[in-house]
């Protein structure tokens, strides 16, 4: 987080939000954390990037990128995101930019079962070319969606939209 350079500048104010937070709870990975705690996302595209993989998740009841809480033996975020994106869709050879696409702070009753705040750090995953998720116990359906055709949401799927819009060209 202290040397990604967000392109916007409320990108950039979040980054300097999740550094004072990291600074101050030395805890902020643990989902043990109650004040909030950052957890890491994955906008898994296909090979040729005109496809999204959605998640249907269970406890929000919209369609979401994939990803989740911190785990101990995860070194980096980027490597959390990885293994959440892998474990989630199943599919193998994922491959992920280390640089942070996005930042998001929402709120949440997560695992703790108290309300919370997720500080979510999203990277962008390319799948390999023929690649086929397997729903797992995490979410209620799976699936790839075009970019520019995606699920109807309450809050116009504004997250995943910035997601997108902010993905290198």
Not at 140 to 167: Q, S, T, Y
Request: charged content about 20%.
């Amino acid at each position: 987080m202290t040397a990604w350079k967000p392109l916007d500048r409320g990108q950039e104010s979040l980054r300097q939000a999740y550094l004072g937070f990291l600074a101050a709870r030395p805890d902020a990975c643990q989902r043990s954390c109650e004040p909030g705690h950052l957890t890491a996302s994955a906008l898994l595209l296909d090979h040729t990037g005109a496809n999204v993989l959605l998640t249907l998740h269970p406890r929000v009841g919209r369609w979401l990128q994939l990803g989740g809480h911190c785990e101990p033996g995860d070194e980096t975020l980027a490597g959390a995101a990885l293994r959440e994106a892998t474990e989630e869709s199943g599919i193998e050879g994922l491959e992920i930019d280390p640089v942070p696409l996005h930042v998001d702070v929402h709120p949440i009753t997560c695992s703790l079962g108290l309300p919370t705040r997720h500080f979510d750090v999203r990277f962008v995953v390319r799948a390999p070319a023929g690649a086929e998720a397997v729903c797992s116990s995490e979410s209620l359906d799976l699936r790839w969606w075009p970019i520019d055709a995606l699920p109807d949401d309450p809050d116009g799927n504004a997250g995943i939209g910035e997601m997108l819009a902010a993905v290198p060209s």
